[in-house]
Structures are given as C-alpha cells and as structure tokens.
C-alpha cells in the first residue's frame, strides 16, 4: 500500500529543511534579492497526498478506514501541531456518499518546524542571523542562501565572526596564519574552516583585499593577504655541464627557481619521482618532479614560457586533467607518452583508477581530447589507467634524445 501516512507527510517537511527553505524565513524580512524571495515557502502549504482510488474505496473498505484513523491521529487535530486534513465527499453507487482525505495542508512555518522537531534549532539560528547580519549586514543573503551551513559550524560560530573582523580590521596583512591573534583560534582552527572562511571573506572583504587570481584552500593564504608557507619545488639538471656549483638534484623554493633562469633549452615534468630520478644525461635539459594538481604553481616560472616544455604523466583521467591545468599556465606544453598508441601497447600494464576525473577539459590537443573521452567514458574498459612508471624508461630516453 503506497497511501501518504503522517510519515510521508513528516518527511516532505524535512525534505523543505535539508534544502534550507524552511530555515530561509528565519532571515531578514521580505523584499531581499528576487531569487531568494520567489524561493521562500509559502503557508498554508499544500503537500502531496496519495489515496486511495475510486476502486480501492469501493473494496478495500477495512484498511481505507485504517488509513484515516492513523492520518487524523497524527494530524493537528490530534496532537496540537501539524497537519490539517482537507476532506472531500465521494459518492459510489456500492457504498454511497464517503468523506475522505483529498490534500494535506500544513497551516504555518511554526507548525512545519514543530512536525520535524526543529522549532528550539531555528530559534537558534534565528538569533545566530540577528547577531551575524548586526555585524556584518553583508551577510545576508548569504545567510539566506547558505542557513545550513551556518548550523555546521555552530559551536565556532562567534570565534569565525572574530576571524572575519580580524581580516577586516587588518586587510593584505602579509602575517602568517598563526600570528592571528583572536582568542581561541589557532591554526588548526583556520585549516579546519578555509571552505567557509573563504565563502565569508569573499563576502565581506573589499575587493582590493582578495587576490581573485587565487582560488581554492590551498590558496587560502595568498588569496586573503597572508603570508604563504613556501611552496618547495625539487628539479634535476640532466646536463652535467649546466650543473649549479656542482649540483645537479634540488629541492627550492618556487620564487627562487622562478628567479633562477636555468640555463637550458628543455624542461621535462614528470609525476612519479623515480622516473625522475633514473632519467639519463640529456644535453640542456632539466626535470621537475611531480607536482599533481598543483600544476598551476609553474605560472611563477616566467623563463619557462621561453623553453621547450613537455608533461609527461599517468594516461588516465587524472593525468589529462593536470596536462589541461597546467596548460593555463603554459599553454604551449606538449604531452609526452600520453597516447592511445603507448597505453594499446603496455596494455598488460592496465590497472584501474580509483577516483577517476569526469569534467570537461577545454585545453587538450584533439587526440588527447578523444583518448580522454574515451577513458572518461570507460569505452576501453572500466576505469583504465596506465601509469608512468609502468613505461620502460628507454622509451621516453630515446625519444628525448632524438630531439637533444
């Protein structure tokens, strides 16, 4: 039997919760952004209910009576809150004229809130956004978009309003994260909360203190002024005569190898460190190990832009998506054993990738775009990946050699 029972009804309000509507008229008063205000819930609201048929009533007369029983006891009627029935009177030739329920109508928001237990919960959040918007007006549409978010973080609620005060009253401050000075908030506090710190600060920040060129918690940091942990960068210089005083293999910061310049024509990339290491000598040639997805940090290279630039990296979706990244940075880089006809021949190498990438890349050649679609795709089998390391390292030597 699929009749709407009082939890059914119960669960329709709480869907109006999870999503943050019903949370949304705790906010401010009407008359905000359009979007939000055609978004509110509108009481007495009408919610679905599903019935018994015209022939169910005529035959299943027991448990249509059953049904009714348990939808008035646990309607406004019964227990004070809730729910009203609307009725309305069916007439069948094999038992006459019957009231039945037609719709379910939950009068007001109070007593949408009371049917989830949540009425103490939005009184909370209620005086949460009354204290917030008092300081930060700014905040509130953002509260009416985000209400769930706020009760995320509740019990840190006041020490993250300090933190927003405290970038406020010191924009572009060039400190690290722990010298912010705000009781009961140290650094793990600002680690644990850059998601919504920074949805916060984009908010109430000027323009001129956020680095809009920077996105993401790992940039965090450089984004909103502070002082950035210095990102280490190791490199290899695969030409003895281009040694730096008598060192071929180190590991720098990204500022000192961006004023560096090495001397060389080429620069390979590679992911895995081993392939980095067991690369052979190679005439004006260097190697910068693995990077992931912080691919973006080579844009502080300026001299890279004037070398011959290859990435040479797992062939699964992954590695197609750093290839695409890091082309924003460098968008003349060319990919190197990243081919359908090198994973074809390693195919006894093929192993699965765990958490494959699935999103549009806008910045690959044509070929890489359909090998890509395809692995994306699983049209050569679930989840296929070939990795670097799995690539005899002679075959990328003798194609490098080729062009020394």
Not at 132 to 150: H, N
Not at 188 to 198: N, T, W, Y
Not at 300 to 317: H, P, S, V
């Amino acid at each position: 039997m699929s009749w709407t029972t009082p939890a059914d009804v119960r669960a329709q309000v709480q869907k109006q919760w999870d999503n943050g509507r019903l949370l949304r008229d705790a906010v401010g008063a009407p008359g905000g952004s359009h979007e939000l205000e055609t978004d509110r819930l509108v009481f007495p609201l009408t919610l679905r209910l599903r019935g018994p048929t015209p022939r169910e009533l005529a035959t299943r007369h027991d448990e249509v009576r059953a049904w009714i029983r348990e939808l008035e006891a646990g309607s406004r009627v019964a227990v004070g809150y809730g729910y009203d029935i609307v009725w309305s009177e069916t007439s069948n030739r094999l038992i006459g004229r019957n009231r039945s329920p037609n719709s379910i109508i939950v009068p007001t928001r109070t007593d949408a809130l009371a049917l989830i237990g949540q009425a103490e919960t939005t009184e909370r959040f209620a005086a949460l956004a009354q204290s917030t918007i008092e300081r930060f007006p700014e905040l509130e549409a953002w509260f009416q978009r985000r209400p769930l978010r706020v009760l995320e973080h509740e019990d840190a609620w006041e020490r993250t309003l300090a933190v927003l005060d405290w970038f406020r009253t010191n924009p572009r401050s060039g400190r690290y994260v722990r010298e912010i000075d705000v009781p009961g908030v140290d650094t793990k506090f600002i680690e644990a909360r850059k998601p919504l710190l920074a949805e916060l600060l984009d908010v109430v920040l000027p323009a001129d203190a956020i680095n809009v060129s920077r996105i993401g918690s790992a940039d965090f940091e450089v984004r909103y002024g502070l002082a950035a942990k210095p990102t280490l960068v190791r490199f290899r210089v695969l030409d003895p005569d281009l040694a730096i005083h008598g060192l071929t293999d180190l590991t720098v910061r990204i500022d000192e190898l961006a004023r560096l310049d090495l001397a060389v024509e080429r620069v390979l990339i590679v992911e895995n460190e081993i392939t980095g290491l067991a690369l052979p000598a190679m005439a004006r040639t260097a190697v910068i190990f693995g990077l992931g997805y912080a691919v973006g940090l080579l844009r502080e290279l300026e001299w890279l832009r004037d070398r011959e630039a290859l990435y040479w990296g797992d062939i699964d979706t992954n590695g197609f998506a750093m290839l695409d990244r890091m082309r924003a940075s460098l968008p003349d880089v060319r990919s190197l054993l990243m081919d359908r006809d090198t994973l074809v021949r390693h195919q006894a190498h093929w192993s699965t990738e765990l958490t494959p990438y699935v999103g549009a890349l806008d910045r690959l050649t044509p070929t890489e775009a359909s090998l890509y679609d395809d692995l994306r795709f699983d049209r050569l089998g679930r989840a296929i990946r070939l990795e670097q390391e799995r690539i005899p390292l002679r075959e990328a030597a003798a194609i490098l050699l080729c062009r020394s």
